[in-house]
């Protein structure tokens, strides 16, 4: 939700920031704008640009050439208050054009200090909550700018990552948190802001992490650091692994696409040497005690979710402790049952989805112990929950969510184990489970080869107006996935329903021209779903089977094969066509895949 970068260095901060830009704009889309200190006989003013519309508007404004400082603040906007428009866009400055700030987060009582603002005589020009942050500066500002940040901070309620800008401190940018994210990447005499790390990938890969409620002065040699009531702190450079190549499209098309294909590796790192045949799953949980637990609650949002839901079978099987999945957005607001006897685990791509940790806060404080399944390191929910087990998905770029998905369901199976030998719980089943496990890269990859039979199905079906997925136990699982992943980027209407339950109100939609996709891998059930299919194909319906069974049913339109694995880790395999399904579905509508409507990567709004 908005991303912004920053620079400070001895180079031209504009080109710097505009690739800052291009690499945040899965975080939100609508405006884009760039302010930087531009010096003229020693004298320094902020001069800015800025555009309703993507960064490439922006790339293509004449004025950007007059910008020609070295240290910039750049924004690229996902409209909360406000429609999106130019007045709108950020930066924003104060009436006396001193403080240009950027802004990622919601002011919550941004009414109340509008109103106090009005009230000393200033004039707000957009709709945005953020026009108050530069004039409460400027209004706080008594000779010491520190003084004046801190105090403004303190009057705002809400999130927030800002940067501020002024030439009264020409040589530095002031960046503050809370509640959203933001990083500091170190190189020589050169710095570089931003809210996520593959922004500043292509220069360093060493970061500072900005904690809640703290202060940064930036400069070209040195970031020092304070806590909101100005005492400073120190904090340690971390390294980053990823590499900036692993930020690029490598020849995709889009994102989406690549990050599909990257999922055999994704899944490899993912498990690492976390697991192997013959010996205990390792992962860095020694110091729990899981005999404490009699029940576990996994809790995320959207896609990650779903990783939750695919996963719920495998530690209902393996550790014999009663597992419940909740979205986070429901959780918090409904007592949830927990206390110190209940191990909640959070799902989250980005750690830094706001609903999520909203609920990981909620359970921290009914005293159960917190565990978090997290790709991008050191975000917001690795720093709160008590324990971090890390997807090696590698930056995910593309808005809707795949590589993630696959390692969060591969990360929580290895969990599940782990739990299990921990408790001593006796499963002559288990190394064969491993094995599976270990087999998944190989078979992602095999599935990967149907992309061809998929494309031709898709060309098919893109135009149809409403789409089912059904299927039973986990296969149920991955078809909330695959509609959700189809609505996202296709903007076509699709629900996943249990296959049992369609006879019990929805096959009241099925009518010619409707399509419907089953998805049946389970040994045991998977006729169960095939018949459910045919009652579908009998009132009309178009149809998609995806399957690891040999099949051979002529009324059946389209039978998509995958390989055959462990029922529990099949949404890892079956997944994978799902993904592809909507991905060509929406390339044949000629839609932007990587940056659907309305929808942005991280979600810091509640
Ligand atoms: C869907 C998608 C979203 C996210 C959800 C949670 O493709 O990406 O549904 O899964 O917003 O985000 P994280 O995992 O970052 O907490």
Redesign the pocket.
Known sequence: MCGIVGYIGNKKAVPILINGLLSLEYRGYDSAGIAVLNSFNNTYKIDFVKDKGRVKVLQDNKDLELLQGNVGIAHTRWATHGSPSKENAHPHLDNSKTFAVVHNGIIENYLELKQKLLDNGYILYSETDTEVIPNLIHLNYKGDILQAISKTLKELKGSYAIEVISPLFPDKIIVAKKDSPLVIGIKDDEKFIASDIPAALSHTNKFYFLDEEEIGIIEQNSVKFFDIDLNEIQKDIKNIDWDAESSEKNGFEDYMLKEIFEQPNAIRETIGSRVSLDKNVNLELDDIDFKNFNKIYIV??????HAGIAAKYSFEKFCKIPTEVDMASEFRYRSPLIDEHTLCIF???????AD?IAALKLAKSLGSTTISIV?VMGSSITRISDYTLYTHAGPEIA???TK??VCQVTLLNILAIYISERLGIENSDLNIFKQSLLELPEKVKDVLTTIDTIKEIASHVYNQRDLYFIGRGADYAVSMEGS??LK?ISYIHSEAYAAGELKHGPIALIENGVTVIAIATNPNIYEKTLSNLEESITRGANSILVTNQRIINDKINYIINIPEINPILSPIISIVPLQLFAYFIAKNKKLDVDKPRNLA???TVE
């Open positions: 995320a949002c959207g896609t990650a979710m799902i989250t791509q980005s750690g830094e989805t999520t790709n808005v809707a969510s993630a998905y959700l992943k996202e990567k991280s979600v």
